[in-house]
């Protein structure tokens, strides 16, 4: 007898989902390992294990697949963006900050990140709208939350800010500069540990308070 109440999806659709997971796998390895142009949808199949008919059924060519692993990339920004806009209550901003700046750096600055960041990149001339929609859901939200949260510092007089966009980016390129423009050109050297960055992110908070922390914030 069938059971109405399962809430579970269907088998075929669970194998569906399954599919379709492990195509965007196969394909993001691919990509990252022979480039764009250097990957067929032929190759992709074999590597998923499953039909060329599967991948085409899932992804009408090549450009749409890509354009998914790109996005599916930014899935998790908002669980961080809410992380920041809950530090605009801090009632210890350098230790808060600090925390803040290590959660983003331990975020950001990961190998396959910064390889697919590396892809899209030497892609942009040919995917226009998938750049920029990357770029309006990672960097630039994540922009957009720190410039509210000091909005909000500054107005609580925690910070003294003028142009609190101008200070979002400043704190954002503090902590990432180094590592992310070396991760740019040297992939081999993608790995850091956690050490490296907990002294990029301590360091970058440093900076930004000398030249934003106001005198009532110390007390």
Do not use: C
């Amino acid at each position: 007898m069938t059971d109405l109440t399962r809430t579970s999806p269907p088998p075929e659709e669970g194998r569906s989902a399954r599919k379709r997971r492990a195509i965007m796998e196969a394909a993001t390895e691919l990509f990252l390992r022979n480039g764009y142009q250097g990957t067929s949808m032929d190759e992709v199949a074999t590597l998923a294990a499953v039909s060329k008919q599967t991948v085409y059924k899932q992804f009408t060519d090549k450009e749409q697949l890509f354009s998914a692993i790109i996005i599916g990339a930014t899935e998790r920004v908002g669980d961080f963006t809410d992380v920041v806009t809950e530090f605009a209550g801090t009632e210890d901003l350098e230790k808060d900050l600090g925390e803040l700046a290590r959660r983003y750096i331990t975020a950001v600055i990961q190998p396959r990140t910064l390889q697919l960041r590396r892809l899209l990149i030497a892609e942009a001339g040919r995917f226009p709208a998938v750049a920029r929609d990357y770029y309006q859901r990672a960097p630039g939200r994540t922009i957009d939350a720190f410039t509210e949260t000091f909005r909000k510092l500054a107005g609580r007089g925690l910070l003294r800010i003028d142009d609190p966009s101008m200070a979002a980016g400043h704190f954002a390129w503090l902590i990432l500069a180094q590592p992310m423009d070396k991760a740019m050109f040297f992939d081999e050297e993608l790995q850091h540990t956690p050490t490296d960055l907990q002294r990029f992110a301590d360091e970058g908070v440093r900076v930004f308070l000398a030249a934003y922390r106001t005198s009532a914030s110390r007390s």
